[in-house]
């Protein structure tokens, strides 16, 4: 749609320029990060990729890290919530 090209542009450039650098996105409170806002930046990064809008594939490698990061082990596919940045 058009109308909400602009406004959707503008939401991927602030998810990108917001996104913290483990990856992440949310609050670094007492250095903890988490996957909950990490998992809706990834859909809606990638439903912007699917519409046609750019964005850049570093945003999306860069949370990919993050979740290799907080996995638990490498055959259940399961993963943790968050983990202590070392920053």
């Known amino acids: 749609d058009e109308m909400l090209a ?3 542009r503008q939401a991927v450039t602030y998810l990108v320029e917001s996104q913290n650098s ?3 996105w949310g ?3 007492e250095g903890i990060t ?4 990490l998992g809706f930046a990834v859909l809606a990064l990638l439903s912007a990729k699917h519409s046609g809008l ?8 860069k949370c990919q890290k993050y ?11 399961k993963y943790g919530s968050k983990i202590t940045m070392n920053k």
Do not use: R, W, Y
């Open 67 to 77: 979740f290799h990061a907080v996995q638990i082990d490498e055959t259940s596919g």
């Open 54 to 61: 750019e964005n850049p594939e570093s945003a999306l490698e």
């Open 22 to 24: 483990d990856g992440t």
């Open 6 to 8: 602009p406004h959707a």
């Open 27 to 29: 609050t670094k409170e």
């Open 34 to 37: 988490d996957t909950v806002h």
